[in-house]
Antibody
């Protein structure tokens, strides 16, 4: 069963770049029927989809964040990563990585990491 | 963006009750609708995909119906472990969007 684990700094200063990685275990990030996604949840609030990447490097982003987001993949490490630039306090949230996979597109988020809280503060 | 509106925002119910949560999309999303359960401090978990397909390992007391703009998640007999927040999510159009959540609390 695939497992995902987020890692990265829990505190980022305003105007800097938030960088997180997600390590995939129990399965290959190069699976033809899987995409890899980032989702965030502001404290006490709902869920916001950030974007996804395919192992080939093809991406799709939420237009509301697209100018600041970069999602990349490293198949040799079975990892994918999120960079969010020019952060403000509004980017304080729990960040989840998730697998997008299923039998017919569009796939659901069928496996999630435990989430990591990132606080933007000086 | 497609807006997803859940109702109610919260509800109180007893063990054994039948619980129904609705989700309405701001435009037709065909059957591209998934349901997730989230417990405090935990990541969401997939319950239902494509409006009515039960994810492997999810108890059969959970079911989903609907198409177009109106969808329903039903828990046929509420169990203690079902007290959580439930989210619907559309993957018909980018950006994929979630409902605001429905908190199911103990009565």
């Amino acid at each position: 069963q695939v497992q995902l684990q987020e890692s990265g700094p829990g505190l980022v200063k305003p105007s800097q770049t938030l960088s997180l990685s997600c390590t995939v275990s129990g399965g290959s990030i190069s699976s033809a029927t899987s995409y890899w996604s980032w989702i965030r949840q502001h404290p006490g609030k709902g869920l916001e989809w950030i974007g996804y990447i395919y192992y080939s490097g093809s991406t799709s982003y939420n237009p509301s964040l697209k100018s600041r987001v970069d999602i990349s993949v490293d198949t040799s490490k079975n990892q994918f990563s999120l960079k969010l630039s020019s952060v403000t306090a509004a980017d304080t949230a729990v960040y989840y990585c998730a697998r997008v996979s299923g039998t017919s597109w569009p796939y659901p988020f069928d496996s999630w990491g435990q989430g990591t809280l990132v606080t933007v503060s000086s | 963006d497609i807006q997803m509106t859940q109702s109610p925002s919260s509800l109180s119910a007893s063990v054994g009750d039948r619980v129904t949560i609705t989700c309405r999309a701001s435009q037709s999303i065909r059957r591209y609708l998934d349901w997730y359960q989230q417990k405090p401090g935990k990541a969401p978990e997939l319950l239902i995909y494509s409006a009515s397909s039960l994810q492997s390992g999810v108890p059969s007391r959970f079911s989903g119906t609907g198409s177009g703009t109106d969808f329903t998640l039903t828990i046929s007999s509420l169990q203690p472990e079902d007290f959580a927040t439930y989210y619907c999510q559309q993957n018909y159009n980018i950006p994929w969007t979630f409902g605001q959540g429905t908190r199911v609390e103990i009565k």
